[in-house]
């Protein structure tokens, strides 16, 4: 019996039919081999379709899991600045919801990437998903009497260029708005990322695994050191980019293992995978592992929990991460993440007495609240509308032109004797048919749609552009 995701590696095909090999067959070039842009179309097959799909399939779990990361860093920040919250174990590690949100955009860009994508278009799409939000809350920064420090030329300048992660000094780290750390290293592995990607699609996944994994495990080594070996140490190495670059390369390693058809063991699903990284993060909370430790350990964690639910979003498995409000909570995150501490720090203090922890346990929920619904607010009101904005003129000023599909040629009839038929003509095919020419790779062009394993190629405009 076949397997319920052996649909991964090949299409359907008519009954009847020989059973198609992985891979479709390519023809040689004139000099008997195969051109390297036919290998690039061999790797394009790994991604994994749905049936009758020319499209990765969108990872909405994914999506739903970067609310609770976000609601981790907020408890995290409510706990620093309440004294209603202590005696929570948990929460005293909450911040580990960053090594989440480093983990999911390492795995969701390499799961949406393509081979051929451009730098360029790259780097313009995550500008405009994160810099406006930035820009904005930074603004209220300057506004709002009470910063996690105060406002200095240096701060103000690195925090306005998202390169305050990369200057060892606590007060430009976290100036204006502190959390806005963890937007300078994304930055910083968005720079590297479209190089690393092409490199990745371009490499056998053994390569790939030996590099990539190499990577992760030298940088988690290295930040548990560095973690356990005074306060200074990991209070510098916490958010340094270099240091976080390994949950960022882990999740996108997990990813193009995905894409490339590896299958998970049976025991990685959702709910069991699930209760695993509680159990790791109660026993980093309750043996009080240093921050840059626990982000460390916990990263593998994080990359397992970002398989198991993408491998149930693929195989069509229905489940509660789907829920619409869920994946609204995951569009809402990034603005919740943004502007939480600036609410906590700014009304907490404005909390008179209280006479008991229930009541102490309400203004911490209603502060909550707060920051949610300023979160809502940045999201529908400026967060969405400059990104499409951003997008919209990006693409008005480098349109897609769509591929026209090749010249359909019959095959001539049989021939039984060579010496009887009329000579034919000899065509010559031009620049745009030869099957080994190079691909465009300008920001004009349109990505190439994967081919259905075993099928026709896809119609036109059926590509997501």
Same mark, same amino acid.
């Given at each position: 019996m076949r397997s319920s995701s052996s649909w991964l590696l090949t299409a359907t095909r008519p009954a009847g039919a020989r059973p198609a090999s992985r891979l479709a067959p390519f023809p040689a070039s004139a000099h008997g081999r195969i051109p390297e842009?036919?290998?690039?179309?061999? &790797?394009?097959?790994?991604?994994? =379709?749905?049936?009758?799909?020319t499209r990765v399939p969108h990872l909405a779990s994914l999506t739903a899991l970067r609310g609770p990361a976000a609601l981790f860093v907020v408890l995290y920040h409510l706990r620093l600045r309440t004294p209603w919250l202590e005696g929570v174990p948990v929460l005293e590690s909450a911040f580990v919801g960053i090594s989440m949100f480093f983990v999911l955009s390492g795995f969701v860009l390499m799961w949406s990437s393509r081979p051929h994508d451009t730098a360029k278009g790259f780097w313009v799409r995550r500008f405009a998903r994160i810099y406006p939000s930035h820009l904005l809350v930074a603004v209220i920064a300057l506004l709002v009497p009470i910063t996690v420090f105060a406002p200095t030329v240096l701060g103000v300048a690195a925090n306005l260029t998202l390169t305050q992660a990369f200057i060892p000094l606590y007060d430009v780290v976290f100036s204006l708005n502190g959390v806005s750390w963890?937007?300078?290293?994304?930055?910083?592995?968005?720079?590297?990322?479209?190089?690393?990607?092409?490199?990745?699609?371009?490499?056998?996944?053994?390569?790939?695994?030996?590099?990539?994994?190499?990577?992760? =495990? !030298?940088?988690?080594?290295?930040?548990?050191?560095?973690?356990?070996?005074? !306060?200074?140490?990991?209070?510098l190495a916490y958010p340094n980019p270099v240091i976080r670059s390994g949950e960022f390369v882990l999740g996108a390693l997990a990813a193009l293992l995905l894409r490339r058809g590896w299958t998970p063991p049976k025991v990685l699903r959702?709910?069991?995978?699930a209760v695993f990284v509680v159990l790791v993060h109660v026993a980093v909370a309750t043996f009080h592992v240093p921050p840059t430790a626990a982000e460390m350990m916990?990263?593998?964690?994080?990359?397992? =929990?970002?398989?198991?639910?993408a491998r149930?979003?693929?195989?069509? &498995?229905?489940?509660?991460?789907?829920?619409?409000?869920?994946?609204?909570?995951?569009d809402c995150?990034?603005?919740?993440?943004?502007?939480?501490?600036?609410?906590?720090?700014?009304?907490?203090?404005?909390?008179?007495?209280?006479?008991? &922890?229930?009541?102490?346990l309400a203004w911490a929920g209603a502060v909550l609240g707060l920051s949610i619904l300023a979160a809502v607010a940045i999201h529908h009101l400026w967060e969405k509308p400059w990104q499409l904005a951003i997008l919209g003129w990006w693409k008005r000023r480098h349109p897609r032109i769509p591929a026209s599909p090749p010249p359909v040629v019959e095959a001539p009839p049989a021939v039984?004797?060579?010496?009887?038929?009329?000579?034919?003509?000899?065509?010559?095919?031009?620049?745009?048919?030869?099957?080994?020419?190079e691909p465009d790779t300008s920001p004009d062009a349109a990505p190439a749609p994967a081919p259905i394993l075993g099928g026709s190629p896809p119609a036109a405009g059926t590509t997501r552009t």
């Open positions: 842009s036919v290998h690039a179309c061999r &790797r394009a097959h790994r991604l994994p =379709l749905r049936r009758g799909s963890s937007l300078s290293c994304e930055m910083a592995f968005y720079a590297v990322a479209p190089f690393l990607f092409r490199w990745a699609h371009r490499r056998s996944t053994r390569t790939v695994v030996l590099a990539m994994g190499s990577w992760w =495990l !030298g940088i988690a080594l290295l930040g548990i050191v560095l973690g356990y070996a005074s !306060g200074l140490t990991n209070g959702p709910l069991p995978t916990l990263g593998p964690c994080f990359a397992l =929990l970002s398989i198991a639910m149930s979003d693929v195989e069509g &498995r229905t489940t509660f991460l789907r829920a619409p409000v869920l994946q609204w909570a995951g995150s990034f603005a919740l993440y943004l502007i939480h501490e600036l609410v906590i720090i700014n009304v907490m203090p404005l909390v008179g007495p209280v006479s008991s &922890r229930a009541e102490g039984t004797d060579v010496a009887t038929q009329p000579a034919r003509p000899v065509v010559t095919a031009s620049p745009a048919t030869v099957i080994d020419a």
